[in-house]
């Protein structure tokens, strides 16, 4: 730490801040734009200003920006002073001369961090008096709107898509008082990032188009902090809320995870949420088709009579739903009559990857920490399209080294224009083996383009080049024996290296031979560092695995061996699993099938009884993401505030209401604390969840936590098309969260679920630097999660064996799945705004087999599998091997059933 003297007082600061990070983290306000914590510091807006003295007897001083300034021991500024008030004052009417005066109707109001420092200089007065500049705005897509009028010429924008994330279809363009950001021409961003620009910008040139449509001011909408549930990464967020509608998913700060950012799936998929076609109240599907809308007792009794009808019922659970959800079902059937809804292959990863986090012989870093790596391996992963957030700490990685180089140099971090230089011909190394190309080849060092066979045996060969003592590997050509070779020697020479992989190709020999390589580093390397990343394909994937439980195909082939009477899906749809034909074959038997969800899949259509649940934002839970973090999501609203006569309830209540029933006890389970209270006693693996997050019974002062800012000012009209006389506001039991803004908001210790980031004079999410000890790094309250894997680290087991695979040619084509951003997720396919954004599905083939095939680019391919006729547009890959054929797994009619199926007959279509 070191002494610096800020208007006559004394603070410690950290040495490698520049004066302005300084400063906000002893709580100094100075006005500033260009500078964020993120990208750091190019003195573009001369916002920052503040006097600096050579000495105590100095009484003329300099001005200086901040941001460009580096902390010195006993450096003496003062911020209070006159000249360099007069001057911040100054350059910020400067910045607002062809401002636009429309706050009242900018969607950035009430939002916007120009506000903010326009008030914190005291600007109040304009004396520009010309003809302001204007610009043409831009369509660019969905998602952004653009409003180039109100910009200030702060370059966050242009430094964070192109430096930071790698965009290539953005940029800045004019000179002098004439700069335009934007894209050549307009278009769709292609960066699955550029969500981010809404937050990162200080004014109101990129707000949120889907918010546009159904908008509401920052104090008038209800928060609760959250978990993003669209992939195994968990990024933190924060849910905004107005008339029982989610209105906006904004980043919610975590040191050690997502950071300031989030992808677009997460900030964007959200509309399914919203749906008014939505399951709202429980039926009953007779033989006849005929629809009966059930309450809640008739529900209740109905589902009595189903256990009693039958005598073995077998319950599918979902890995898109909470650990408190899927142990109820377990609770209800049976643990020998549980089911975790995944494949037999996805099951196999799974099982394998807690392997590892159980024993915890190899270290699995945070998001965060991925960024620290020097030397990266990739198999089997597109992780831009399954886990774009994990995709964009990898490109951090890689630039990491230019920092490095910067620091061995004298030039600080913060230092931005000297490192963006740098890192562009200094980087760490990328090594990717996939099937085919994907968005992280442009910054990889080599790629591998092989089989799924093919990919294995490379990866054995480089753990045998990390440790002799494996089987070798002779069937490889001398360039792969070469670069094998070459890959070992980085890994081993490397201060950090990574192996990242998952469960998205669903193929445990992929894991296996990750498993090795890093096992391969750990045993052969002295003091040398090694991590391990494996992603899964579901946001709870791990915490279903936990709880164990049969797989989808051993419980379907029970109900056909008739050793299952019954079953229950929850929150599960069958269809995304398992072909066509063999659901509506299985569904037939509605009279033997309950499904309890919040989406109309096919599976809920066609069941005989319907159970209407909640969703995530209406409901409180846990899940565990891909580093064995346990992880809460909170109830953003309470759905019967506004429909009484709905009956949504959490699953896990239905089935402990049925349960008691069934079995006439009472009812023990009365909120979330009794159900976490339940599974820790059953796995104790999981008891750090109840240890470590607060209760509904934690207090501050008294208060719960408030789910609105202070200024909450429509309160009172919030049901008033329902009825005009206002009710009580609903009690929360299952949290220590109000449902008002009565309530405790300030930052506090305590604290580390945040609903929203707000702080007096800080309305826009600057003011996340209120809540963290030091700004861009840990909360006052630390991060929230538990990790919930005890330190093992005693032994290293042995390697896994590989059984040698045929070499003898392909006769048939085999399925391998390819990704979307868009698309691959299962509750987002139900958004309007995602399904425009969902590219067309198409084949991919090779080249050389379409060539052999005789195919156009415009040429139409048709298959028979799974008992379907497929008829699909192609996509031509330079590197996808022969006799492969990539289809968009995970798409509706395109089951996961489908992966590694093989196909006879391929041919052009013709009428």
Same mark, same amino acid.
């Given at each position: !730490?070191?002494?610096?003297?800020?208007?006559?007082?004394?603070?410690?600061?950290?040495?490698?801040?520049?004066?302005?990070?300084?400063?906000?983290?002893?709580?100094?306000?100075?006005?500033?734009?260009?500078?964020?914590?993120?990208?750091?510091?190019?003195?573009?807006?001369?916002?920052?200003?503040? !006097?600096?003295?050579?000495?105590?007897?100095?009484?003329?001083?300099? *001005?200086?920006?901040?941001?460009?300034?580096?902390?010195?021991?006993?450096?003496?500024?003062?911020?209070?002073?006159?000249?360099?008030?007069?001057?911040?004052?100054?350059?910020?009417?400067?910045?607002?001369?062809?401002?636009?005066?429309?706050?009242?109707?900018?969607?950035?109001?009430?939002?916007?961090?120009?506000?903010? !420092?326009?008030?914190?200089?005291?600007?109040?007065?304009?004396?520009?008096?010309?003809?302001?500049?204007?610009?043409?705005?831009?369509?660019?897509?969905?998602?952004?709107?653009?409003?180039?009028?109100?910009?200030?010429?702060?370059?966050?924008?242009?430094?964070?898509?192109?430096?930071?994330?790698?965009?290539?279809?953005?940029?800045?363009?004019?000179?002098?008082?004439?700069?335009?950001?934007?894209?050549?021409?307009?278009?769709?961003?292609?960066?699955?990032?550029?969500?981010?620009?809404?937050?990162?910008?200080?004014?109101?040139?990129?707000?949120?188009?889907?918010?546009?449509?159904?908008?509401?001011?920052?104090?008038?909408?209800?928060?609760?902090?959250?978990?993003?549930?669209?992939?195994?990464?968990?990024? $933190?967020?924060?849910?905004?809320?107005?008339?029982?509608?989610?209105?906006?998913?904004?980043?919610?700060?975590?040191?050690?995870?997502?950071?300031?950012?989030?992808?677009?799936?997460?900030?964007?998929?959200?509309?399914?949420?919203?749906?008014?076609?939505?399951?709202?109240?429980?039926?009953?599907?007779?033989?006849?088709?005929?629809?009966?809308?059930?309450?809640?007792?008739?529900?209740?009794?109905?589902?009595?009579?189903?256990?009693?009808?039958?005598?073995?019922?077998?319950?599918?659970?979902?890995?898109?739903?909470?650990?408190?959800?899927?142990?109820?079902?377990?609770?209800?059937?049976?643990?020998?009559?549980?089911?975790?809804?995944?494949?037999?292959?996805?099951?196999?990863?799974?099982?394998?990857?807690?392997?590892?986090?159980?024993?915890?012989?190899?270290?699995?870093?945070?998001?965060?920490?991925?960024?620290?790596?020097?030397?990266?391996?990739?198999?089997?992963?597109?992780?831009?399209?399954?886990?774009?957030?994990?995709? *964009?700490?990898?490109?951090?990685?890689?630039?990491?080294?230019?920092?490095?180089?910067?620091?061995?140099?004298?030039?600080?971090?913060?230092?931005?224009?000297?490192?963006?230089?740098?890192?562009? $011909?200094?980087?760490?190394?990328?090594?990717?083996?996939?099937?085919?190309?994907?968005?992280?080849?442009?910054?990889?060092?080599?790629?591998?383009?092989?089989?799924?066979?093919?990919?294995? +045996?490379?990866?054995?060969?480089?753990?045998?080049?990390?440790?002799?003592?494996?089987?070798?590997?002779?069937?490889? +050509?001398? *360039?792969?024996?070469?670069?094998?070779?070459?890959?070992?020697?980085?890994?081993?020479?490397?201060?950090?290296?990574?192996?990242?992989?998952?469960?998205?190709?669903?193929?445990?020999?992929?894991?296996?031979?990750?498993?090795?390589?890093?096992?391969?580093?750990? %045993?052969?390397?002295?003091?040398?560092?090694?991590?391990?990343?494996?992603?899964?394909?579901?946001?709870?994937?791990?915490?279903?695995?936990?709880?164990?439980?049969?797989?989808?195909?051993?419980?379907?082939?029970?109900?056909?061996?008739?050793?299952?009477?019954?079953?229950? @899906?929850?929150?599960?749809?069958?269809?995304?699993?398992?072909?066509?034909?063999?659901?509506?074959?299985?569904?037939?038997?509605?009279?033997?099938?309950?499904?309890?969800?919040?989406?109309?899949?096919?599976?809920?259509?066609?069941?005989?009884?319907?159970?209407?649940?909640?969703? @995530?934002?209406?409901?409180?839970?846990?899940?565990?993401?891909?580093?064995?973090?346990?992880?809460?999501?909170?109830?953003?609203?309470?759905?019967?505030?506004?429909?009484?006569?709905?009956?949504?309830?959490?699953?896990?209540?239905?089935?402990?209401?049925?349960?008691?029933?069934?079995?006439?006890?009472?009812?023990?389970?009365?909120?979330?604390?009794?159900?976490?209270?339940?599974?820790?006693?059953?796995?104790?693996?999981?008891?750090?969840?109840?240890?470590?997050?607060?209760?509904?019974?934690?207090?501050?002062?008294?208060?719960?936590?408030?789910?609105?800012?202070?200024?909450?000012?429509?309160?009172?009209?919030?049901?008033?098309? %329902?009825?005009?006389?206002?009710?009580?506001?609903?009690?929360?039991?299952?949290? !220590?969260?109000?449902?008002?803004?009565?309530?405790?908001?300030?930052?506090?210790?305590?604290?580390?679920?945040?609903?929203?980031?707000?702080?007096?004079?800080?309305?826009?999410?600057?003011?996340?630097?209120?809540?963290?000890?030091?700004?861009?790094?840990?909360?006052?309250?630390?991060?929230?999660?538990?990790?919930?894997?005890?330190?093992?680290?005693?032994?290293?087991?042995?390697?896994?064996?590989?059984?040698?695979?045929?070499?003898?040619?392909?006769?048939?084509?085999?399925?391998?799945?390819?990704?979307?951003?868009?698309?691959?997720?299962?509750?987002?396919?139900?958004?309007?705004?995602?399904?425009?954004?969902?590219?067309?599905?198409?084949?991919?083939?090779?080249?050389?087999?379409?060539?052999?095939?005789?195919?156009?680019?415009?040429?139409?391919?048709?298959?028979?599998?799974?008992?379907?006729?497929?008829?699909?547009?192609?996509? @031509?890959?330079?590197?996808?091997?022969?006799?492969?054929?990539?289809?968009?797994?995970?798409?509706?009619?395109?089951?996961?059933?489908?992966?590694?199926?093989?196909?006879?007959?391929?041919?052009? @279509?013709?009428?």
């Amino acid at each position: !730490m070191t002494k610096i003297y800020i208007d006559s007082k004394t603070y410690d600061v950290n040495q490698s801040d520049n004066l302005l990070q300084a400063c906000l983290s002893v709580g100094i306000n100075i006005p500033y734009f260009c500078w964020h914590p993120l990208l750091g510091s190019v003195g573009a807006c001369r916002q920052c200003a503040v !006097m600096q003295y050579s000495n105590f007897e100095d009484r003329k001083g300099r *001005l200086i920006m901040s941001c460009m300034t580096p902390v010195t021991e006993g450096a003496i500024i003062s911020i209070k002073n006159t000249e360099s008030e007069i001057f911040r004052s100054t350059i910020i009417e400067l910045l607002l001369t062809n401002h636009p005066h429309d706050c009242p109707v900018c969607e950035e109001g009430g939002h916007c961090h120009l506000q903010d !420092m326009t008030v914190m200089t005291k600007h109040n007065m304009r004396n520009y008096r010309f003809k302001k500049r204007t610009h043409k705005n831009q369509y660019l897509g969905s998602f952004i709107k653009h409003e180039m009028n109100r910009c200030i010429t702060c370059y966050r924008c242009v430094r964070y898509y192109n430096d930071y994330s790698d965009g290539t279809d953005f940029g800045v363009y004019g000179a002098n008082n004439n700069i335009y950001f934007g894209r050549v021409e307009d278009g769709v961003l292609e960066s699955e990032h550029s969500g981010n620009l809404i937050e990162l910008c200080p004014t109101g040139v990129f707000t949120d188009k889907i918010h546009s449509q159904r908008y509401s001011r920052k104090w008038d909408m209800q928060y609760a902090p959250s978990i993003c549930q669209n992939c195994s990464v968990g990024c $933190n967020i924060s849910i905004g809320e107005r008339y029982g509608e989610i209105r906006r998913i904004e980043n919610r700060y975590h040191e050690n995870i997502n950071h300031y950012l989030i992808c677009d799936l997460g900030r964007f998929g959200y509309l399914h949420n919203n749906l008014k076609n939505r399951p709202q109240q429980p039926t009953y599907l007779n033989i006849n088709n005929n629809i009966t809308i059930l309450n809640f007792d008739e529900a209740i009794k109905l589902g009595v009579d189903f256990f009693q009808r039958y005598k073995r019922i077998i319950g599918v659970g979902s890995t898109r739903s909470s650990i408190e959800n899927n142990f109820s079902l377990q609770e209800l059937v049976g643990k020998e009559n549980f089911s975790n809804g995944m494949s037999n292959k996805e099951q196999i990863c799974i099982r394998l990857i807690l392997d590892v986090l159980k024993n915890n012989y190899i270290y699995t870093p945070s998001l965060k920490e991925i960024e620290s790596y020097d030397v990266i391996l990739v198999i089997g992963e597109d992780l831009t399209k399954t886990s774009p957030r994990v995709a *964009l700490a990898v490109r951090q990685a890689i630039k990491k080294k230019a920092e490095d180089i910067a620091n061995l140099r004298g030039i600080p971090r913060w230092n931005s224009s000297s490192i963006v230089h740098i890192s562009e $011909n200094i980087k760490n190394f990328l090594y990717i083996i996939h099937t085919h190309e994907s968005k992280l080849d442009d910054v990889s060092e080599w790629c591998y383009y092989a089989s799924i066979d093919e990919q294995v +045996n490379f990866a054995r060969a480089i753990a045998y080049e990390l440790d002799n003592s494996l089987p070798i590997v002779s069937n490889l +050509n001398i *360039l792969l024996k070469k670069q094998a070779l070459l890959i070992a020697h980085r890994l081993k020479k490397s201060k950090k290296a990574l192996i990242i992989s998952g469960s998205n190709s669903f193929s445990g020999s992929i894991i296996k031979s990750a498993i090795n390589i890093a096992k391969a580093i750990k %045993i052969n390397s002295i003091n040398h560092h090694v991590g391990i990343t494996l992603l899964t394909s579901s946001s709870n994937s791990l915490g279903v695995g936990l709880i164990g439980g049969m797989s989808i195909e051993s419980a379907l082939e029970a109900f056909k061996q008739e050793q299952a009477n019954a079953i229950i @899906f929850m929150e599960y749809d069958l269809y995304r699993f398992a072909s066509q034909y063999d659901c509506d074959l299985f569904l037939k038997n509605k009279e033997k099938i309950i499904t309890v969800d919040h989406q109309y899949t096919k599976t809920y259509k066609k069941s005989g009884l319907t159970l209407s649940s909640t969703n @995530f934002a209406e409901s409180s839970g846990t899940v565990i993401n891909f580093e064995g973090r346990a992880q809460r999501f909170f109830q953003v609203y309470d759905p019967t505030f506004y429909y009484k006569n709905n009956c949504l309830i959490e699953s896990w209540k239905w089935f402990h209401f049925l349960k008691s029933k069934i079995y006439n006890t009472e009812i023990s389970w009365f909120n979330l604390d009794d159900v976490i209270n339940a599974y820790t006693k059953t796995y104790p693996i999981l008891e750090n969840i109840k240890i470590e997050e607060l209760n509904a019974n934690f207090r501050i002062h008294g208060q719960k936590i408030a789910r609105s800012p202070i200024r909450s000012s429509g309160r009172t009209s919030l049901r008033a098309d %329902i009825d005009v006389h206002e009710p009580c506001q609903p009690e929360d039991n299952n949290t !220590m969260f109000a449902f008002s803004m009565e309530g405790y908001s300030q930052p506090n210790k305590s604290v580390s679920h945040i609903p929203f980031a707000w702080f007096p004079g800080w309305n826009s999410p600057q003011a996340w630097n209120k809540f963290q000890k030091e700004i861009g790094r840990k909360l006052i309250s630390g991060d929230s999660g538990t990790h919930v894997f005890k330190t093992n680290k005693n032994k290293i087991d042995i390697y896994f064996d590989f059984a040698s695979k045929d070499d003898t040619k392909e006769k048939y084509w085999s399925i391998i799945p390819y990704y979307d951003l868009f698309g691959n997720e299962e509750l987002t396919q139900y958004s309007s705004v995602i399904q425009e954004n969902i590219p067309v599905e198409y084949a991919l083939i090779g080249l050389l087999d379409g060539s052999k095939l005789g195919l156009r680019k415009d040429s139409i391919l048709v298959f028979n599998c799974l008992n379907k006729d497929y008829r699909l547009a192609i996509r @031509f890959s330079k590197y996808l091997n022969q006799k492969q054929i990539g289809l968009p797994i995970g798409r509706k009619g395109f089951p996961i059933d489908l992966i590694g199926k093989k196909i006879k007959y391929l041919q052009e @279509f013709t009428k």
